[in-house]
């Protein structure tokens, strides 16, 4: 169906026309309807930093995978670097580090440390030098502290297996946690093995063992070991002193977590579910080696012990005083 001539020629006019867009006045809009004022340019956004004129900082800071002219890692030559310039950026002159700048960070209780400084230099000219007994064991032996994370268990459960694996190397303990029945136990098993890679990685434990020493007939022979006898009273042949065992072992309580039980007739019960951690210091065999040869010069040392004292016999007479 086609429209009739006075409809068609009344189309062809509203199409020649310009488009025509309605324009709400200022009466017709809602009066609760507060305009909104036009937000203002941030300084951090792109159209903001477009309209500021590049400007160089007289304290501008060097750029990213650039070297200051101060570092220490500077052509071994002494040649100046070529500093880079860009066509709109004039070329600047080398930038230093200013130590006051970055004292905030390197040193942010200069007082404390000039007392710490002088503190130890007291002591060092009090020693004259000399190292004390605590001081030759830190620089001579090894040790690693390592603490677990939270177990979902108890005190009373971690308790007897941290017992368990105290005194005894480490491959031990692995061992024991391995063929242990309790729930906990390969908890602690891998806790034993992530603490015993921390030693040998980051303390350099268990690293110097003994080399195989060949006879004069030419056929390898394994050192002798040595006979001790542990803090427990357990006689042990140590063949490797950089061996690794387990020295102290305990637990720690955590927080408690929550868990509903639902009770009859909708009740709600709130239980707390105790977590615990256990923490393990491991030393080498040397450590073990000294301690048994302490206990042993001083047991040598002792005096022997005698029934009645020694003393000559005084104010004694010969008849009764009753």
């Known amino acids: 169906m086609s429209l009739s001539l006075p409809s068609q020629r ?17 009466h017709s809009r809602h009066f609760w309807r507060k305009s909104k004022p036009v937000p203002a340019l941030d300084p951090l956004s792109t159209d903001f930093l477009k309209k500021k004129p590049n400007t160089p ?42 130590p006051s700048s970055m004292a905030a960070a390197l040193d ?62 480490i491959e031990d303990a692995i061992v024991q946690m391995r063929f242990s029945r309790k729930k906990v136990a390969q908890e602690v098993r891998r806790h034993l093995e992530a603490a015993r890679n921390e030693a040998v990685v980051v303390r350099g434990m268990g690293l110097g063992g003994q ?26 042949l140590v063949k490797d002193k950089s061996a690794i065992y387990v020295d102290q072992a305990w637990v720690g309580r955590g927080k408690y977590g929550e868990a509903p039980s639902y009770r009859a007739r909708g009740r709600l019960n709130i239980l707390k579910l105790p977590f615990t951690s256990i923490s393990v210091i491991l030393k080498e065999e040397a450590t073990r080696v000294r301690l048994f040869a302490e206990r042993e010069q001083k047991r040598a040392n002792k005096k022997p012990w005698i029934p009645l004292p020694n003393r000559p016999v005084t104010a004694q007479r010969q008849y009764c005083l009753w």
């Open 10 to 26: 009344l189309l062809r006019k509203s199409l020649k026309s310009p488009t025509l867009t309605y324009t709400p006045l200022p």
């Open 108 to 169: 942010p209780q200069p007082l404390t440390r000039a007392r710490w400084e002088r503190k130890m230099l007291i002591r060092s000219i009090r020693q004259r030098g000399r190292l004390s007994k605590t001081d030759k064991i830190l620089r001579t032996e090894r040790s690693s502290l390592s603490k677990s994370h939270m177990f979902k268990t108890s005190v009373k459960k971690l308790g007897p297996l941290a017992r368990q694996i105290a005194g005894k190397p």
């Open 211 to 236: 080399e195989e020493k060949e006879g004069e007939d030419g056929e390898s022979g394994e050192a002798p070991g040595v006979l001790i006898e542990d803090k427990k009273g357990k006689k042990r």
């Open 57 to 98: 900082s007289p304290n501008a800071l060097p750029k990213a995978g650039d070297l200051a002219d101060s570092s220490i890692f500077e052509s071994p030559d002494g040649t100046p670097r070529p500093q880079p310039t860009t066509p709109n950026q004039p070329s600047q002159g080398p930038h230093r580090r200013d």
